[in-house]
């Protein structure tokens, strides 16, 4: 069964550091464009990042952009997002998602089962 | 950036019942490249509808989707007791970094 598995969530000062992890399963990893999705507490959902199969190229919300780093390790079937310069505003359940293809254009089909963050001092 | 608003906010409706969603966008969606979503609650979504009209793979056919350029409809044909819950659309036909989420419909049992 195709799985993804997220951690690395907890509770950080406003200005600190997370590092998420999603380990994925099941699938041939590098052949597919992975992402970040978040949830806060009681609201909708909203887009992190996305980044392509290889790694080559990622994509950022613009909240979050040069605050947060996507990176892929293939080798270890392994999505990460490091996530600087928290704000309360970030706390939220984060989703890892794999697109359908590996591109910008293409829809999210499987969801790990979130993470929680939350930013608070 | 491409704003999708969902209507209505919440739809009271009896097992049974056809129900009807609405995705309205604020600039045409380019090659109908919109999805539906369900979430229920404390699960992650999940997708049910892709290219606006294409069933995600293990989605039940009392579940479509169609519309094409600003104005997009999803319907439950019969609602059965699991399909109470928080639907979703999106779009994803825009270049980076717009790829939006409607604010999402809830559909409850009356």
């Known amino acids: 069964e195709v799985q993804l598995v997220e951690s690395g969530g907890g509770s950080v000062q406003p200005g600190g550091s997370l590092r998420l992890s999603c380990a994925a399963s099941?699938?041939?990893?590098?052949?597919?464009?992975m992402g970040w999705v978040r949830q806060a507490p009681g609201k909708g959902l909203d887009w992190v990042s996305i980044?392509?199969?290889?790694?080559?190229?990622?994509y950022y919300a613009d909240s979050v952009k040069g605050r947060f780093t996507i990176s892929r390790d293939n080798s270890k079937n392994t999505l990460y997002v490091q996530m600087n310069s928290l704000r309360a505003e970030d706390t939220a359940v984060y989703y890892c998602?794999?697109?359908?293809?590996?591109?910008?254009?293409?829809?999210?089909?499987?969801w790990g089962q979130g993470t929680m963050v939350t930013v608070s001092s | 950036e491409i704003v999708l608003t969902q209507s209505p906010g919440t739809l009271s409706l009896s097992p049974g019942e056809r129900a009807t969603l609405s995705c309205r966008a604020s600039?045409?969606?380019?090659?109908?490249?919109l999805a539906w979503y369900q979430q229920k609650p404390g699960q992650a979504p999940r997708l049910l509808i892709y290219?606006?009209?294409s069933r995600a793979t293990g989605i039940a056919d009392r579940f479509s989707g169609s519309g094409t350029g600003t104005d997009f409809t999803l319907t439950i044909s019969g609602l059965e007791p699991e399909d109470f819950a928080v639907y979703y659309c999106?779009?994803?036909?825009?270049?980076?970094?717009?790829?939006?989420f409607g604010q999402g419909t809830k559909v409850e049992i009356k």
């Open positions: 998602a794999k697109l359908t293809a590996n591109g910008w254009y293409y829809p999210f089909d499987i």
């Open positions: 099941e699938f041939t990893f590098s052949n597919y464009a």
């Open positions: 980044i392509t199969g290889s790694g080559g190229t990622t």
């Open positions: 600039q045409s969606v380019s090659s109908s490249q």
């Open positions: 290219g606006a009209s």
């Open positions: 999106q779009q994803y036909g825009r270049p980076p970094p717009s790829r939006t």
